[in-house]
């Protein structure tokens, strides 16, 4: 049997619209050692799976790691997909810094990170190494 999982489509995400409707979302078939880390939407109403791939890559700057993370079929998480995977799968990254797959907006040459140990993000130099891990994005 496929598992599912409902989630509320409505551009509104207030607890007291009335309007939303409930549609069940199948999970997609994962390969093995793939985590579905949950379902995301965005501010016009687009939602996709989020999956983290197995593996994660040693110590390289923020352009080798895209660049990795692009060759076995995926990306980088972003910010906020971090900071989800740091909540709920805390347990699949070593107590390390992670790249981000968004450059820093104020300070070229930068890109974001996420430390999986205390939690913090921040914006580093991107010819500094460190560890990646990549998703993959499915649309719904």
Known sequence: M????EIAINSEFSPTNQGATMQQIPLPPLAEGQIHVGIIGNAIGDYYHLILLPGDNDDA???AQIDWAKSIGGDLPDRVEQAMLFKHFRDQFKEDWYWSNESHHADAGFAWCQH???GTQDGILEGYELRARAVRRLPI
């Open 2 to 5: 496929t598992e599912t999982r």
């Open 61 to 63: 700057s923020w352009q």
């Open 116 to 118: 999986f140990d205390g």
